[in-house]
């Protein structure tokens, strides 16, 4: 009967595939609402994501401490724009990190402010500059006020 | 059955009745179920009010711990630059991380085309990100079950679970995943989900100035944004391929791929 050798070889390693699937699979891995195609997985991936750490607070998160800037803010044209925007994201400020880094690159003003013609783009609506013959290497912040979006005083 | 049983009964019986009718009233279990609204995301472009400023993928690559200067993004923003002669210039340099600040189009190769405001016939922008579609390919070839569709619509990635092997990367029509270079798995746009579902907006979408990115549930009808997907005239990117996408745009142009 060596003939049924293989066989055996064949049924004794389904054998250990069966025995070893529970232990590796975990408990949660499964068909979900979606189904097989789209819904086969491991459900406790779903609170991992829900859990991953919130960085950008939002303007309402600044407004309680710093409700003179934010008031400032409001009543100009630069009102539309996060404070996270420049002043990067909150994270757990003030307790971490304590200081904000802010922004204060001619980079960050031209991301809006360099002027394109592009007539179909809401773009073409922001005032621009060029930004070679418009002072360049200088500060927008040293004539500019960001919050209060203005000419030079 | 005497008189006397008979109206024992029928006092039990009506009372009975009469309890589980309280109950029912005290606590409304239909009332319950009904309570759980049924969720399903939708997102909204609009390309007439998006103007560049790479906000959007700048609070994405943050939020989502991208590392920043790496060429790879869940999210980036296009430019369209379309000429009187027919001519159709396309760029997303660095994924518009830092904005479109020049009018030069990178034409990829290290050349740049230096186009002047009187030879455009349209110029626009277009920020893309995850379609999260209905019927998505990259879940249907994942041969692990490590990227897969929640109840709500987001498609996700397992990191645990994911070995690598490029298969969604390859498959999705829209060239939306990418190998994150830290955690050496496929990454992708989930419309921040540990952000929606909090309550909270996506990141690209609380960045945005102008309202250019809208998210919501387009189950429900009374959301602001279902009713301009259901009412107004939107369109979705490569329908041909029957992926039902649920990331829709106002003022799709027939350049944009």
Known sequence: MHVLRPLYVVLGLVAIILAARPLIVPKDF??????YMFGWYRKANEEDWKNFKVKYQGRDYCQDCHGEQFQLLRTSAHTIIECENCHGPALDHPSDPQKLLIDRGRELCLRCHTALPYPTSKRAEIKGIDADAH????????????????KPT | MNRRG?????IKGAAGIAFAKGLDEIFRPRQGLAAVKPVRWGFLVDTYKCIGCGFCVRACKLENEIPYEANV????????????DGRVFADAPKEARNGFTTNRVDLGMGRYQDIK?????????????????DKPPCVQVCPVGATYQTADGVVLVDRKWCIGCGYCIMACPYGMRFFHPVHQVAEKCNFCYHRITKGMKPACVQACPTGARKIGNIKDAQDPVANIIMTQRVSIHKPEYGTNPQVYFIGLSEEVR
């Open chain 2, 73 to 84: 993004s869940r999210t980036w923003v296009e430019r369209y630059v379309i000429t009187k």
């Open chain 1, 30 to 35: 499964g068909i979900y609402e979606r189904g």
């Open chain 2, 117 to 133: 405001g009187e030879y455009i016939d349209k110029a626009f922008f277009v920020p893309k990100l995850c379609n999260q579609c």
């Open chain 1, 135 to 150: 002072n360049p290497g200088l500060e927008c912040s040293g004539c500019h006020d960001p919050h209060r979006a203005s």
């Open chain 2, 6 to 10: 008979f109206l024992k009964l029928s």
